[in-house]
């Protein structure tokens, strides 16, 4: 074999080393890219899921909320009136006693 031929190989197998490199480096490349767009996406999943997940619980906390002001509201309604009631008839059983006593029963 030639030295020239040697040569000749030597480029040969030179030139498709080189390839082999490109194609390591493009798929390095490709990788890379590939795992950011991953990255990305998830993130935005999270931070949408995140979001959902706070949102549902405003909504039910701010629900559990107006249930306990309706309820504390609705005991304070029963409470005036049971006020009022007693008032009533305290002022009604003194009005009577005025009444007996001006009277002189």
Do not use: C
């Not at 030597?10 to 080189?18: A, C, E, G, Q, Y």
């Not at 950011?36 to 039910?60: A, L, P, S, W």
């Amino acid at each position: 074999m030639s030295l020239e031929r040697l040569y000749e190989i030597l480029r040969k197998v030179d030139s498709k080393v080189d390839e082999v490199y490109k194609l390591r480096d493009s798929s390095d490349a490709e990788i890379t890219r590939l795992i950011n767009e991953v990255k990305v996406k998830v993130q935005g999943e999270v931070e949408e899921y995140i979001k959902r997940i706070i949102n549902e619980y405003r909504e039910n906390r701010s629900r559990e909320i107006e249930d306990e002001v309706r309820k504390y509201s609705e005991q304070l309604r029963k409470e005036v009136e049971e006020f009022r009631r007693r008032v009533n008839n305290a002022i009604d059983k003194t009005v009577d006693e005025v009444v007996k006593a001006l009277i002189g029963e």
